[in-house]
């Protein structure tokens, strides 16, 4: 992407971003409150934007100093209104589906607020985009980006001139009584306290405790949390804590389930840009933490089910397979060819239904994302693909120039042998020529696996990815959830397939990947 001019007037915004310690960590914090993986501080203008800085999960490559056409942005759009703008699923809104900037930067959920200085003047936006939909269209959400919005511009105010540093400090007492998070300001090494928010009082059971420093009130808190204070006090680094146990609100009521925070401590900074104080805030992820807590039962929930469907459910399969092979032996040239087609027939039917547990258990594990990541070169992974097919010697798969990405080889695996499994099933010929093909994209790479046999009707290309649907006949092996197991593999990872009509009138089946695979918590 193109990069500022060092000389263009926006220069000196950019840098003076740049030189606030905190701006990193709100928009870690922005990421972790919204579950938005890229977050962004931009200077706006009608003519240019500018990226001032980036917190970036995602792999989007936009760095601080790079440039976008304004016109084609939604932060055009927060400009134009001053106004937040939010967005749970850009390809389904009625009103942003064909708007440029999700398609360009592959984006579904995005949230923008704006950002005013002390006098009014207009800045840009702080913004968080994700490749998912998320909820992100919610006034606790904007709220809580707002907040951060008007931390950067406190940031930015307090960092130049005298009179500015005046009207920061008057907004940062106005915002901090009236945000939805626990806030507390410190003042001095001995870290007294200078304000709390009612959200913070109601935390410590509404103590009076403006004017005393934290030690005195809160004595018996684990010393860990002072001396976080005390090192971002002396250091003037901010500082970040996820998903913390709160001691102060199970003291008030130890009988009430525990409550859990993600907290942030930055220094604050007075007229001559020496630090003064530490301004703290925590958001409660008490549902975040349960519901993942939640998804860790459910995972070992899983891992029994299969275990017991790979034992129990399969063992009597086994079984009757046995049994019919056995009665055939028995009968011996006795039997009729009646008898043993339906023996033949119940030895088939046991192993489709083996087959079916099989997949059944691929599906639901297809959702696990706990899987090792590693660097994947993709082409020898499809050379081990291609290996492992039973491909007919008629068949050709010709695979292109392929890159190399992190992320996890045993899901990226799964979908390769499904596509190319599927291209040799339903091609409906015995010599079908399939291609494998890679194309770059922002921050992800479009893979496509193409074959030259009859197609998919266009009435039907929405039903083969569902469950146990399939257009050709259930035989042996074929147990219509391959392409099902294909979309929530790589859906679950943020991306999209799709299919149409390729360059030689077959099937063209293509995903999304991302560059770099976010690693999973589990």
């Known amino acids: 992407m193109p990069q500022l001019n060092p000389s263009d007037p926006l220069a000196k915004d950019v840098e003076a971003v740049a030189r606030l310690a905190v701006v990193p960590t709100l928009l870690r914090v922005v990421a972790e409150s919204t579950g938005l993986r890229f977050t962004a501080v931009a200077r706006v203008t009608r003519e240019q934007w500018v990226a001032c800085a980036v917190h970036d999960e995602l792999g989007l490559g936009l760095a601080p100093g790079d440039t976008l056409d304004v016109a084609t942005t939604l932060c055009a759009q927060v400009r134009d209104l001053r106004a ?40 840009g936006t702080i913004f968080g985009l994700d490749t998912e939909p998320k ?60 304000m709390v928010n009612d959200s913070y009082a109601e935390l410590i059971g509404h103590r009076e405790v403006v004017g005393r420093a934290g030690r005195e009130v809160f004595p018996d808190l684990r010393h860990a949390i002072w001396d976080e204070l005390d090192r971002v006090y002396a250091t003037g680094e901010p500082r970040y804590a996820p998903a913390t146990p709160s001691e102060a609100a199970a003291r008030q009521n130890p009988a009430a389930p525990t409550r859990y925070f993600d907290w942030v401590a930055q220094p604050t900074r007075g007229a001559d840009g020496a630090i003064d104080g ?49 009665v055939r032996e028995d009968l011996g040239d006795a039997v009729s060819a009646e008898v043993a087609g339906h023996l033949e027939q119940m030895r088939e039917r046991a192993a489709q239904m083996s087959a079916l547990i099989d997949g059944l258990l691929e599906y639901a594990r297809a959702g696990d994302v706990r899987e090792t990541l590693a660097d994947i070169d993709v082409g ?93 006949a259930k035989e042996r092996g074929n147990t219509g959830l391959g392409l099902a197991i294909v979309r929530k593999v790589v859906e679950v990872r943020g991306g999209r397939v799709s299919v149409e009509t390729g360059a030689r009138g077959g099937a063209r089946f293509a995903f999304s990947w991302p560059k770099r695979e976010p690693r999973s918590e589990g």
């Not at 390809?91 to 009014?120: K, M, Q, T």
């Not at 307090?158 to 005046?166: I, K």
């Open 84 to 123: 937040p703008i939010a967005i749970d699923h850009a390809s389904a809104d009625p009103v942003y589906c064909g708007h440029p900037s999700p398609r360009r930067l592959g984006f579904e959920s995005y949230v923008a607020v704006p950002i005013f200085l002390s006098d009014g003047a207009w800045f």
């Open 135 to 194: 909820a992100v269209d919610r006034p606790p959400v904007i709220a809580q980006v707002q907040l951060h919005a008007e931390l950067v511009a406190c940031a930015l105010d307090l960092g130049g001139r005298e009179s500015l540093a005046r009207a920061g400090q008057r907004r940062l007492e106005s915002f901090v009584k009236g945000a939805p998070l626990a806030i507390a300001v410190f003042r001095g090494p001995d870290l007294v306290y200078d």
């Open 278 to 326: 530490v301004i703290f805030f925590a958001t409660d992820v008490t549902d975040k933490v349960e519901a993942h807590r939640a998804l860790e039962r459910r995972n070992r929930e899983l891992d029994g089910f299969a275990a017991i469907a790979s034992h129990d459910l399969k063992t009597p399969l086994r079984g009757i397979m046995h049994l019919a092979q056995w």
């Open 380 to 472: 020898a992974l499809l050379g081990e693909v291609v290996a492992l097919l039973p491909i007919p010697a008629e068949a050709r798969v010709e695979v292109g120039p392929m890159p190399t990405l992190h992320g996890s080889p045993v899901a990226l695996q799964q979908v390769f042998h499904n596509l190319v499994g599927n291209a040799l099933v339903h091609a409906g010929r015995p010599d079908p020529t399939i291609a494998v093909t890679a194309e770059e994209d922002a921050g992800a790479w479009i893979f496509a696996v193409e074959d030259d046999g009859r197609g998919v009707p266009v009435e039907h290309r929405e039903r083969i990815w569902k469950l146990f649907e399939s257009l050709a």
